[in-house]
């Protein structure tokens, strides 16, 4: 059984930074492609970035040069690094999981696990 939990949301001011974690278990990293996803109030979900099995990673236009996903293997987590936040970065934060892919996708339809999403609120 998958299983994706995040963690690590919280009260940040305007040019704060945040750590996210997603610990995975069920999930073989070094086979699945690994995404961040964000959704605000009263606004649809979207992709914020994405890391391969071979650390490749992609990122939307709004958190390019701000946001960083990387990933520990020995401890099956993903992280979302986030600096110079924004209040318009406010959301609920969900990693997600795709098996058996090696690229990146940014496509919320193709990720087969989710985690129950944390909290991430930028006061300005």
């Known amino acids: 059984q998958v299983q994706l939990v995040e963690s690590g949301g919280g009260l940040v001011q305007t040019g704060g930074s945040l750590r996210l974690s997603c610990e995975a278990s069920?999930?073989?990293?070094?086979?699945?492609?690994m995404a961040w996803f964000r959704q605000a109030p009263g606004k649809e979900r979207e992709f914020v970035g994405t890391?391969?099995?071979?650390?490749?990673?992609v990122y939307a236009d709004s958190v390019q040069g701000r946001f960083t996903i990387s990933r520990d293997d020995a401890k099956n987590t993903m992280y979302l690094q986030m600096n110079s936040l924004k209040p318009e970065d406010t959301a609920v934060y969900y990693c997600?999981?795709?098996?058996?892919?090696?690229?990146?996708?940014?496509?919320?339809?193709?990720?087969?696990?989710w985690g129950q999403g944390t909290q991430v609120t930028v006061s300005s």
């Open positions: 997600a999981g795709r098996d058996g892919f090696t690229g990146t996708d940014y496509r919320q339809i193709d990720y087969e696990y």
């Open positions: 069920g999930l073989s990293f070094n086979t699945n492609t």
């Open positions: 890391i391969t099995w071979e650390a490749r990673t």
